[in-house]
């Protein structure tokens, strides 16, 4: 006896057979009753294609996707609200305490430096509070793969942040 010997093969199932009369067609069944292809179309039926082409209506911006151009518009520091003086002298006291080699801070810079979390920077910018930030139909437009703010915009998101938890 050998070492497979012993070992029964396995079972196989048995292929399912259709019936010869089935009335529904299987997926690669093909009715006898239809003709193959018989070449090129008629030139006359290209013709009347190119017709119904030409005279379809155009299509709608919202179809055509990228090539329709939304207004930009960067929000300026002429945008920005008036916030109060002493409010102004506390967010600087706040950024002169910041290390100077600090100069484009990220969303997890700004919270590690001010405990100020990404939702609220984003809804901020959003809001239209800080300058520099490049909009579209209220949306706003990406700077890159990683958005930074630089110290006016730092600033002005700063005196935004203090002024609505004053305001509370």
């Known amino acids: 006896m050998t070492a497979g010997a012993h070992i029964a093969a396995p079972q196989r199932r048995k292929a399912r057979v259709k019936p010869v009369d089935a009335a529904q067609l299987g997926l690669f069944d093909a009715p006898t009753a239809t003709a193959p292809n018989k070449g090129p179309v008629p030139r006359s039926a290209n013709r009347e294609h190119n017709a119904i082409v030409a005279a ?3 299509t709608s911006p919202r179809r055509v996707g990228r090539a329709v151009r939304c207004p930009t518009r960067t929000v300026t520091v002429e945008d920005m609200p008036d916030y109060p003086a ?5 967010v600087d006291r706040m950024l002169a ?16 430096c001010f405990g100020i979390s990404r939702a609220t920077v984003a809804r901020r910018v959003k809001e239209g509070l800080v300058p520099g930030v490049r909009m579209a139909n209220g949306r706003v437009l990406d700077d890159g793969p990683v958005r930074r703010f630089d110290r006016l915009q730092l600033r002005w998101l700063l005196l935004a942040v203090r002024f609505a938890r004053r305001q509370e």
């Open 56 to 58: 379809s209506p155009p």
């Open 86 to 90: 002493e409010l102004h002298e506390a």
């Open 97 to 112: 305490d910041l290390r100077a080699d600090r100069v484009l801070l990220t969303y997890r810079a700004i919270k590690e």
